[in-house]
Protein backbone atom coordinates (compact mmCIF):
# COMPACT_ATOMS: atom_id res chain seq x y z
CA UNK A 1 0.00 0.00 0.00
CA UNK A 2 1.02 3.57 -0.39
CA UNK A 3 2.15 6.04 2.12
CA UNK A 4 2.85 9.47 2.51
CA UNK A 5 5.03 11.19 4.79
CA UNK A 6 5.34 14.56 5.52
CA UNK A 7 8.24 15.15 7.89
CA UNK A 8 7.89 18.45 9.28
CA UNK A 9 4.72 18.46 11.65
CA UNK A 10 5.58 22.77 12.12
CA UNK A 11 7.19 25.26 10.25
CA UNK A 12 7.57 28.99 11.02
CA UNK A 13 8.64 31.05 8.54
CA UNK A 14 9.55 34.94 8.32
CA UNK A 15 7.19 37.00 5.83
CA UNK A 16 9.04 37.61 2.23
CA UNK A 17 11.38 34.52 3.19
CA UNK A 18 11.75 31.15 0.89
CA UNK A 19 9.49 28.47 2.10
CA UNK A 20 10.08 24.61 1.42
CA UNK A 21 8.01 21.71 2.86
CA UNK A 22 9.03 18.15 2.36
CA UNK A 23 6.97 15.02 1.23
CA UNK A 24 8.13 11.63 0.88
CA UNK A 25 6.00 8.49 -0.89
CA UNK A 26 6.07 5.05 -0.66
CA UNK A 27 5.00 3.06 -3.94
CA UNK A 28 6.18 0.55 -6.47
CA UNK A 29 5.84 2.92 -9.30
CA UNK A 30 5.20 6.75 -9.91
CA UNK A 31 2.41 7.85 -8.44
CA UNK A 32 0.24 10.83 -9.00
CA UNK A 33 1.37 13.52 -6.96
CA UNK A 34 -0.56 16.30 -5.21
CA UNK A 35 -0.26 19.54 -2.87
CA UNK A 36 -3.01 20.80 -1.26
CA UNK A 37 -3.50 23.25 1.06
CA UNK A 38 -6.04 24.20 3.98
CA UNK A 39 -6.94 26.88 5.81
CA UNK A 40 -8.65 27.24 9.23
CA UNK A 41 -12.20 26.01 8.90
CA UNK A 42 -11.96 25.42 5.10
CA UNK A 43 -11.54 22.52 2.44
CA UNK A 44 -8.89 21.29 0.72
CA UNK A 45 -7.84 23.73 -2.05
CA UNK A 46 -4.76 22.36 -5.09
CA UNK A 47 -2.33 23.92 -5.09
CA UNK A 48 -0.56 21.58 -7.86
CA UNK A 49 -0.60 18.17 -9.36
CA UNK A 50 1.69 15.89 -11.20
CA UNK A 51 0.81 13.40 -13.34
CA UNK A 52 4.16 13.10 -15.81
CA UNK A 53 6.59 14.84 -18.18
CA UNK A 54 8.14 18.19 -16.74
CA UNK A 55 9.36 17.14 -13.15
CA UNK A 56 9.33 20.82 -11.99
CA UNK A 57 5.83 21.62 -11.53
CA UNK A 58 4.25 24.95 -11.32
CA UNK A 59 1.29 25.79 -9.36
CA UNK A 60 -1.03 28.63 -7.99
CA UNK A 61 -0.24 31.50 -5.47
CA UNK A 62 3.33 31.28 -6.75
CA UNK A 63 4.14 27.65 -5.48
CA UNK A 64 5.96 24.94 -7.24
CA UNK A 65 6.76 21.43 -6.45
CA UNK A 66 9.51 19.12 -7.65
CA UNK A 67 9.41 15.32 -8.72
CA UNK A 68 12.68 13.24 -7.80
CA UNK A 69 12.13 9.45 -8.70
CA UNK A 70 15.68 8.48 -7.28
CA UNK A 71 14.27 10.77 -4.10
CA UNK A 72 10.68 9.70 -4.03
CA UNK A 73 9.90 12.96 -2.86
CA UNK A 74 7.57 15.81 -4.16
CA UNK A 75 8.82 18.76 -2.34
CA UNK A 76 6.51 21.82 -2.13
CA UNK A 77 8.50 25.49 -2.17
CA UNK A 78 7.72 29.27 -2.65
CA UNK A 79 10.70 31.46 -3.06
CA UNK A 80 8.94 34.75 -0.83
CA UNK A 81 6.20 33.56 1.76
CA UNK A 82 3.16 35.85 2.11
CA UNK A 83 1.30 36.37 5.60
CA UNK A 84 -1.88 34.67 3.88
CA UNK A 85 0.14 31.45 3.20
CA UNK A 86 0.04 30.24 7.16
CA UNK A 87 -1.91 27.08 6.67
CA UNK A 88 -1.85 23.56 6.90
CA UNK A 89 -0.66 22.00 3.73
CA UNK A 90 -0.94 18.10 2.88
CA UNK A 91 0.79 16.27 0.05
CA UNK A 92 -1.18 13.62 -1.41
CA UNK A 93 -0.54 10.46 -3.96
CA UNK A 94 -2.71 8.68 -5.90
CA UNK A 95 -2.20 5.38 -7.75
CA UNK A 96 -2.67 5.27 -11.66
CA UNK A 97 -6.07 3.73 -12.53
CA UNK A 98 -7.38 3.47 -9.03
CA UNK A 99 -9.85 6.62 -9.53
CA UNK A 100 -9.99 9.00 -7.43
CA UNK A 101 -8.31 7.87 -4.41
CA UNK A 102 -6.02 9.90 -2.11
CA UNK A 103 -3.75 9.25 -0.08
CA UNK A 104 -2.70 12.39 2.60
CA UNK A 105 0.23 13.23 4.40
CA UNK A 106 -0.13 14.19 8.13
CA UNK A 107 -0.03 17.85 7.01
CA UNK A 108 2.90 20.68 7.62
CA UNK A 109 1.45 23.42 9.54
CA UNK A 110 3.06 26.84 7.84
CA UNK A 111 3.19 29.88 10.22
CA UNK A 112 4.24 32.90 8.61
CA UNK A 113 5.71 35.56 11.25
CA UNK A 114 5.69 39.47 10.00
CA UNK B 1 -20.51 27.87 -10.78
CA UNK B 2 -21.06 27.12 -6.76
CA UNK B 3 -18.71 25.34 -5.40
CA UNK B 4 -19.50 22.07 -3.41
CA UNK B 5 -21.48 22.08 -0.76
CA UNK B 6 -22.26 20.07 2.38
CA UNK B 7 -24.95 20.20 5.18
CA UNK B 8 -25.00 20.56 7.78
CA UNK B 9 -21.77 22.41 8.80
CA UNK B 10 -21.64 21.79 12.04
CA UNK B 11 -23.33 18.43 14.30
CA UNK B 12 -23.44 17.62 17.44
CA UNK B 13 -24.79 13.83 18.20
CA UNK B 14 -24.76 11.17 21.18
CA UNK B 15 -23.16 7.79 21.10
CA UNK B 16 -25.44 5.33 19.78
CA UNK B 17 -27.09 7.50 17.58
CA UNK B 18 -27.00 8.31 13.66
CA UNK B 19 -25.82 10.63 11.49
CA UNK B 20 -26.61 11.79 7.68
CA UNK B 21 -24.29 14.15 5.93
CA UNK B 22 -25.41 15.51 2.68
CA UNK B 23 -23.08 16.85 0.01
CA UNK B 24 -24.00 18.61 -3.27
CA UNK B 25 -20.93 18.35 -5.82
CA UNK B 26 -20.61 21.18 -8.66
CA UNK B 27 -22.80 21.24 -11.14
CA UNK B 28 -21.92 18.84 -13.63
CA UNK B 29 -19.97 16.90 -11.90
CA UNK B 30 -20.26 13.38 -11.50
CA UNK B 31 -18.00 11.81 -9.21
CA UNK B 32 -18.13 12.21 -5.26
CA UNK B 33 -15.57 11.37 -3.19
CA UNK B 34 -15.45 11.33 0.97
CA UNK B 35 -12.91 11.60 3.28
CA UNK B 36 -13.06 11.97 7.38
CA UNK B 37 -9.98 14.16 8.59
CA UNK B 38 -9.29 14.00 12.63
CA UNK B 39 -6.13 15.04 14.59
CA UNK B 40 -5.01 11.21 15.57
CA UNK B 41 -5.73 9.78 12.33
CA UNK B 42 -5.46 12.77 9.57
CA UNK B 43 -7.25 12.84 6.12
CA UNK B 44 -8.43 9.01 5.85
CA UNK B 45 -10.00 7.71 2.18
CA UNK B 46 -14.12 6.62 3.01
CA UNK B 47 -15.37 5.81 -0.58
CA UNK B 48 -16.20 7.55 -3.62
CA UNK B 49 -18.91 7.39 -6.20
CA UNK B 50 -19.31 7.55 -9.86
CA UNK B 51 -23.16 7.66 -11.62
CA UNK B 52 -24.59 6.04 -8.24
CA UNK B 53 -22.28 3.00 -7.73
CA UNK B 54 -19.46 2.99 -5.33
CA UNK B 55 -16.64 2.83 -6.88
CA UNK B 56 -13.90 2.38 -4.54
CA UNK B 57 -13.71 2.12 -0.64
CA UNK B 58 -11.68 2.56 2.29
CA UNK B 59 -10.96 0.82 5.26
CA UNK B 60 -13.19 1.65 7.73
CA UNK B 61 -16.24 -0.17 9.46
CA UNK B 62 -19.68 -1.32 8.24
CA UNK B 63 -20.78 1.68 9.91
CA UNK B 64 -20.20 4.05 7.51
CA UNK B 65 -21.86 4.00 4.43
CA UNK B 66 -22.66 6.13 1.56
CA UNK B 67 -24.83 6.42 -1.58
CA UNK B 68 -25.47 9.13 -5.06
CA UNK B 69 -28.62 9.66 -6.13
CA UNK B 70 -29.30 10.50 -9.81
CA UNK B 71 -28.71 14.33 -9.75
CA UNK B 72 -25.28 13.08 -8.42
CA UNK B 73 -25.59 14.39 -4.80
CA UNK B 74 -24.43 12.10 -2.57
CA UNK B 75 -24.84 11.15 1.43
CA UNK B 76 -22.94 9.63 3.72
CA UNK B 77 -24.53 7.47 6.79
CA UNK B 78 -22.73 6.69 10.06
CA UNK B 79 -24.39 4.45 12.41
CA UNK B 80 -23.91 3.66 15.70
CA UNK B 81 -21.89 6.73 16.45
CA UNK B 82 -18.74 6.12 18.42
CA UNK B 83 -16.81 9.24 20.33
CA UNK B 84 -14.08 7.77 17.95
CA UNK B 85 -16.29 9.13 14.89
CA UNK B 86 -16.13 12.84 15.66
CA UNK B 87 -13.72 14.06 12.84
CA UNK B 88 -14.23 16.82 10.05
CA UNK B 89 -15.97 15.16 7.05
CA UNK B 90 -14.66 16.20 3.61
CA UNK B 91 -16.78 15.81 0.61
CA UNK B 92 -15.14 16.49 -2.73
CA UNK B 93 -16.10 16.04 -5.99
CA UNK B 94 -14.33 15.65 -9.64
CA UNK B 95 -16.17 15.36 -13.28
CA UNK B 96 -15.49 12.13 -13.96
CA UNK B 97 -14.31 8.94 -12.57
CA UNK B 98 -10.87 9.77 -13.91
CA UNK B 99 -7.02 9.61 -12.48
CA UNK B 100 -5.96 13.19 -13.74
CA UNK B 101 -9.09 15.14 -12.98
CA UNK B 102 -8.91 17.65 -10.26
CA UNK B 103 -11.10 17.23 -6.97
CA UNK B 104 -12.62 19.98 -5.50
CA UNK B 105 -13.65 20.03 -1.71
CA UNK B 106 -15.98 21.44 0.04
CA UNK B 107 -16.00 22.78 3.47
CA UNK B 108 -16.89 20.04 5.46
CA UNK B 109 -19.42 18.39 8.17
CA UNK B 110 -17.73 19.13 11.62
CA UNK B 111 -19.50 16.10 13.79
CA UNK B 112 -18.87 15.99 17.47
CA UNK B 113 -20.16 12.73 19.05
CA UNK B 114 -20.74 13.28 22.80
Known amino acids: AQSVTQPDIHITVSEGASLELRCNYSYGATPYLFWYVQSPGQGLQLLLK??????LVQGIKGFEAEFKRSQSSFNLRKPSVHWSDAAEYFC????????????FGGGTRVLVKP | KAGVTQTPRYLIKTRGQQVTLSCSPI?????VSWYQQTPGQGLQFLFE???????NKGNFPGRFSGRQFSNSRSEMNVSTLELGDSALYLCASSQQRADQETQYFGPGTRLLVL
Open chain 2, 27 to 31: SGHRS
Open chain 2, 49 to 55: YFSETQR
Open chain 1, 50 to 55: YFSGDT
Open chain 1, 92 to 103: AVARPAAGNKLT
